[in-house]
């Protein structure tokens, strides 16, 4: 699949030196390590990949002097080319809650859309830009560096719509445009929400494009955790060695526990396994956050369990809403509206608000207690649990980091005390 077989395909992790897992591998089995794909390719060398034929470009004079796009590494070029295969975007387009939300979103919006001219970031198979199109878009620029532009081209053609949709082959650094936009449409969040930095690809198209006023499709997300128990998960994988068809094989444990767990797991709880509200880690809003930003995300959090169980460690996940550039919250709204409660935990009272009316805000949420998605929830186990009592408290600090290897990847450090215990825990998401 990649031209250097260390590499990740997107779905897990090759074994040191072997070669990288075949497209079908969408799940290791029995592990919940299943790396969601690697994300939407949006950077590929133009000399490999032009703009598809009488795509428009941008003349310096009009656009002004760029600063030089970031190089095109071997590292992106294989995340690029994961996006290539069909099952990927078979899997998203197959997540209902998803694409309808998107879908809904756009027709929502679709006053800001019709007669103006959108530009979807890291289109895949094209879908997002058909629905831009059909509320009544001008002109759609759908752009992707991954070979799944060729096909998405003969979607648009299928469609009759390729006087409306322009798709262009080559990243959002690289292609040119000849006008601004009045929106920008994209499917960026990974797992972690931040995971595959696709993230910054929708802030170049911003930066280059985007009329002032303009439309972005999500406008803001917030990234959650929470302390959770899950003795299930814990049982399969580990407490199974202790007895095998009767014979010890508890030598074992170390092993199995590292292999269960030493890095992030993708997966689906219920809202049973959570112990407590959730901490926010990250809020972005689309209008405003910057690249740099997104090299390093720190928080510090305390939570108070709810219920006597152990702690097998912590669980992921994100919201994204759907909002216009008004209605999008600035940096100064979003710390007013979350508040310190007494045990000093971080309680989002603009969700709880949302959650009660939902007409006030289109909201795709990838939480354990709503309608599983294919991001499900990323959890970091620990090694060992921790047994909790009722209203014992469990703070700490979660810094994520993208990798200088390979800036799609994220390392976690992630340090929790309780019970008079401390510890760290870092791994990689890759």
Request: glycine fraction near 8%.
């Amino acid at each position: 699949m990649f031209s250097d077989p260390g590499y990740s395909n997107g779905y897990c992790r090759p074994q040191e030196g072997g070669a990288a897992p075949e497209h079908g591998a969408l799940r290791p089995p029995h592990r919940g390590r299943g790396r969601r794909r690697g994300r939407r390719g949006r950077s590929h060398d133009p000399a490999d990949s032009p703009a598809s034929g009488g795509a428009p470009r941008v003349a310096d004079s009009e656009q002004g002097v760029e600063q030089k796009p970031p190089p095109c590494t071997d590292f992106d070029m294989a995340y690029f080319h994961s996006y290539a295969h069909l099952g990927i975007h078979e899997e998203m387009i197959k997540d209902r809650v998803r694409t309808e939300t998107y879908r809904t979103a756009i027709m929502r919006h679709q006053s800001s859309i019709a007669g103006k001219v959108v530009v979807d970031v890291g289109c895949g198979t094209g879908i997002l830009s058909i629905f831009c199109a059909q509320a009544g878009a001008k002109r759609v620029y759908a752009v992707d560096a991954s070979d799944i532009a060729v096909q998405a081209n003969e979607v648009v053609k299928a469609n009759n719509l390729s006087d409306t949709v322009i798709v262009l082959h080559g990243r959002v650094e690289d292609v040119e445009i000849d006008e601004e936009v009045d929106v920008i449409i994209s499917e960026w969040m990974g797992y972690l929400l931040l995971y595959e930095s696709m993230l910054g690809s929708v802030i170049t198209a911003r930066d280059r494009w985007l009329k002032p006023g303009g439309l972005i499709l999500p406008s803001n997300a917030t990234l959650y955790m929470a302390p959770v128990t899950h003795s299930d998960r814990y049982s399969d994988s580990i407490d199974f060695w202790r007895n095998v068809y009767g014979i010890d094989m508890s030598a074992m444990l170390p092993l199995a526990k590292q292999c269960a767990f030493e890095e992030p797991c993708i997966e689906t709880i219920s809202g049973e396994n959570v112990l407590t509200w959730p901490h926010v880690v990250k809020h972005v809003d689309c209008y405003t956050v910057t690249l740099g930003e997104l090299e390093s995300v720190t928080t510090k959090y305390k939570f108070k369990s709810m219920m006597r169980a152990p702690l097998h460690g912590f669980a992921f996940w994100f919201d994204v809403e759907f909002n216009g550039p008004a209605t999008s919250p600035t940096s100064n709204q979003v710390s007013s509206s979350f508040i310190e409660s007494s045990n000093n935990q971080s309680t989002d009272v603009s969700q709880r608000k949302k959650r009660a009316n939902p007409s006030e805000a289109l909201v795709l949420s990838t939480a354990p207690e709503d309608p599983p998605t294919h991001w499900q929830q990323t959890m970091v186990y620990f090694y060992d649990p921790i047994d909790l009592e009722q209203d014992q408290l469990i703070d700490g600090s979660l810094t994520l980091t993208q990798s200088k290897e390979n800036r799609r990847f994220m390392n976690i450090h992630l340090e929790y005390t309780s019970g008079g215990r401390s510890f760290v825990k870092e791994s990689v998401m890759r």
